[in-house]
């Protein structure tokens, strides 16, 4: 299985997978922000990305510190100083996304007081390729379908699964 938690499997995928090793390459943010173990998770990753995806890269951030996130993000460049902050709860939980344009992607960074590879983000994305590697070409053609008619990733593997709640079904599996 491909190690997600590091960006080299990038270098040799599909063009915008390229691109985004690129991106995220040069303005070395995985490197300037590895205090918070980042990782990029979502639809690229996995190749069932549609025109206007974004780069989604989730952060451990303890929000107590909430501030010294930011600062690092300010410093390293990465962002421009009048991004948007919001903070979303999940499961009871203050998080905290930034939305932002760079060099034609789309980027969304998450921000979350929990390991990276205990988010739901890393934990749906891995089930994801998981079923995708085990269904093939034909249904990854099929999720990417749904997406394009506006369906979410989750709720697209849900219609074609049969599952009831996919949110929560996709990370039993």
């Known amino acids: 299985m491909i190690d997600f938690t590091k960006l080299d499997y990038l270098k040799t ?18 490197e300037k922000m590895n205090f918070y173990s980042p990782i990029l998770a979502g639809t690229i990753p996995i190749e069932i990305d549609i025109e206007g995806s974004d780069l989604d890269i989730i952060c451990e951030v303890d929000l107590k510190f909430e501030e010294d996130f930011l600062d690092d993000l300010m410093f390293s460049k990465f962002i421009p100083y009048d991004v948007d902050v919001e903070y979303p709860l999940i499961d009871g939980q203050k998080c905290i996304t930034l939305n932002f344009i760079l060099e034609d992607f789309p980027i969304e960074i998450f921000g ?44 697209a593997f849900g219609i074609l699964l049969g599952l009831e709640n996919p949110y929560e079904d996709l990370l039993k599996m």
């Open 13 to 30: 995928g599909n063009d915008k997978q390229r691109r985004a090793y690129e991106l995220l390459t040069k303005q070395r943010f995985f």
């Open 112 to 155: 979350q007081n929990k390991p990276t590879i205990e988010q739901n983000a890393y934990r749906h994305m891995i089930a994801e390729y998981k079923i995708l590697q085990e269904k093939g070409e034909d249904f990854k053609q099929k999720i990417i379908e749904l997406k394009k008619k506006g369906i979410k990733t989750e709720p």
